[in-house]
């Protein structure tokens, strides 16, 4: 019988995050194997000196006996990423530091106020080249779930997505994206019926990976799929 799609609640997860955040992270060897064709170790090589700075917040919360954690769909009507799933943040401001950035737009896009929430820490930096972006992604906590009222200029849906569904081995599947004459295959994430793909896959390939570490799983959820 396959495993149920849930991850009990353990009050320790923050703990253990903030742990295992703190030692070296597993960056390129857990996002292996999830890039698009034709990015060609893009995401990994050294930002040029005009890329634009941002932050992305992975914010876990409890519900019920669960964690969750929110993604967004972005507007078709937005420049960057339009029409694509990802988690909230944004570019930073003069004098922020990452987390700074990624609680401030945490607050704009959703807002709730982060004055409760904890960092745990951060992910591996990544360079998304369509957009010359170097984002840095933040793990964060907050001890209940958010009241949200999302921004609608620049959230489409929020998709508060169940962390089993991430460890879960069955979310994961590739697609074929087309851009004008081009084609190429993409690996993605499902994820509360969304698929997400391309850097904020990348970035949830690692937390995924830290989150197996922290929690003790050697076998991923649903992995004894035949």
Request: aromatic share 6%; net charge neutral.
């Amino acid at each position: 019988m396959p495993a149920e799609r849930t991850l009990p609640l353990a009050a320790d997860l923050p703990d253990r995050l903030a742990r295992r955040l703190a030692e070296p992270l597993p960056g390129r060897a857990a996002q292996r194997g999830f890039a698009p064709e034709l990015a060609y170790g893009r995401h990994h090589a050294p930002p040029p000196a005009a890329a634009r700075q941002a932050a992305v917040v992975a914010m876990l919360y409890p519900v019920g006996d669960q964690w969750r954690m929110p993604l967004i769909l972005r507007p078709q009507k937005m420049r960057d990423h339009a029409g694509q799933v990802a988690l909230p943040g944004g570019m930073l401001e003069r004098g922020e530091s990452p987390e700074m950035a990624a609680l401030r737009e945490w607050r704009e896009e959703v807002g709730h106020d982060p004055a409760g929430c904890t960092v745990l820490g951060r992910l591996s930096q990544l360079y998304v080249f369509n957009s010359n972006f170097h984002v840095t992604p933040i793990v964060a906590v907050s001890s209940e779930r958010p009241v949200f009222q999302v921004n609608a200029l620049e959230v489409a849906e929020l998709i508060e997505t169940p962390l089993a569904e991430l460890i879960d081995k069955r979310s994961l599947g590739r697609h074929t994206i087309e851009r004008g004459s081009l084609q190429f295959d993409a690996p993605h994430f499902t994820l509360s019926g969304h698929c997400v793909w391309g850097a904020t896959c990348l970035i949830l390939a690692e937390l995924r990976a830290v989150l197996q570490e922290a929690i003790g799983i050697e076998r991923p959820i649903g992995s004894e799929r035949r």
